[in-house]
């Protein structure tokens, strides 16, 4: 181990270049998923890349990260057709994610853990803000590799031991998918229609198979905040009521991650909560915000009664 990281010391540029382009591949393959995914049935691997707009098979010099896109200046080398510009954007993103994840993480588990869970909440962000869907693939994936990392490396989960690490994982699935679920239970109630996709749940579990019950418990809080301003712009200017949750729980699950644990001194101090009372506050607090969002809905409901009268 010794030697590895005296390589690496050594050749720091060198090391940290080829995680950069290594990961601008992983951010090619990620635009596959985001691509494909969505479409029921479609494989990830097969058949090979082609352009969007006549369906040309992409050549491999063609298809190389970043250098490809800019030399031939964002266009199908056949028909001339604009390429969407996201396609370099994120496989910039995740050749710095790469690099920056190891001078936060070094080569351990966190690395690779937390590579992972980003990367796959970036895919089911994007595709979910266009499509309103949460492929099951990523979300029961994630599950099974955030609790076999936690089996496997225990520290994931704060502890050094193998079961117990295997065991927060999986009350961390549990708790993160039961609260989304439960909400919308609740939810379904109040409004007498689907408040919360299965999707969403699928997502907080493998959410929490990764981050363990005490963040998923945070992701769960926090989501709401960074998820209102748009829902209600959403709501009350497009004048829809399907609101893509997926990209907040993402956005929210990664604040918990870098900054978890100042946020929850700040809001409790150093007091320890059991988990019995972390669940009594998250119902009062989940039946309080329902019945603050009924009555919103029925003073909407009585004003436009009234204009339409």
């Not at 540029?13 to 494909?36: D, E, K, P, Q």
């Not at 956005?251 to 409790?268: T, V």
């Not at 989940?286 to 919103?296: D, E, K, Q, R, T």
Request: glycine share 10%; with cysteine; aromatic share 16%.
């Amino acid at each position: 181990m010794d030697t590895i990281q005296q390589f690496i010391t050594n050749n720091f540029f060198f090391f940290t270049l080829f995680l950069f382009l290594f990961g601008a591949c992983v951010g090619s393959f990620l635009n596959v998923c985001i691509y494909r995914l969505p479409e029921e049935g479609k494989s990830v691997v097969k058949p090979r890349s082609c352009c969007p707009s006549c369906s040309t098979l992409i050549r491999w010099y063609d298809n190389i990260p970043i250098f490809s896109y800019i030399i031939l200046h964002g266009r199908c080398r056949k028909c001339d057709a604009q390429i969407s510009p996201q396609y370099i954007i994120i496989e910039i993103f995740i050749g710095y994610l790469f690099v920056e994840f190891f001078i936060l993480f070094c080569l351990s588990a966190q690395y690779v853990a937390y590579l992972y869970l980003t990367c796959s909440l970036l895919v089911v962000a994007i595709i979910d803000f266009r499509f309103f869907i949460i492929p099951d693939e990523i979300s029961f994936a994630g599950m099974i590799v955030g609790c076999l990392l936690s089996l496997f490396f225990p520290t994931l989960q704060g502890t050094s031991k193998h079961l117990i690490g295997f065991s927060y994982a999986l009350i961390g699935l549990v708790v993160g998918g039961g609260m989304i679920y439960l909400t919308g239970v609740i939810g379904d109630a109040i409004f007498k229609k689907e408040s919360m996709g299965g999707g969403d749940v699928k997502l907080m579990a493998m959410i929490g198979a990764f981050l363990g019950w005490k963040y998923a418990v945070l992701t769960f809080f926090l989501a709401p905040f960074f998820g209102a301003i748009v829902g209600l712009y959403v709501k009350f200017v497009q004048k829809k009521d399907i609101i893509p949750y997926g990209p907040f729980l993402s956005f929210a699950a990664l604040l918990s991650l870098f900054a978890g644990d100042p946020i929850i001194k700040r809001i409790i101090g150093d007091v320890t909560l059991s988990p019995w009372v972390i669940i009594g506050i998250f119902f009062g607090i989940v039946i309080g915000l329902l019945l603050i969002w009924l009555l919103i809905k029925i003073i909407i409901d009585l004003v436009i009664k009234k204009k339409h009268k």
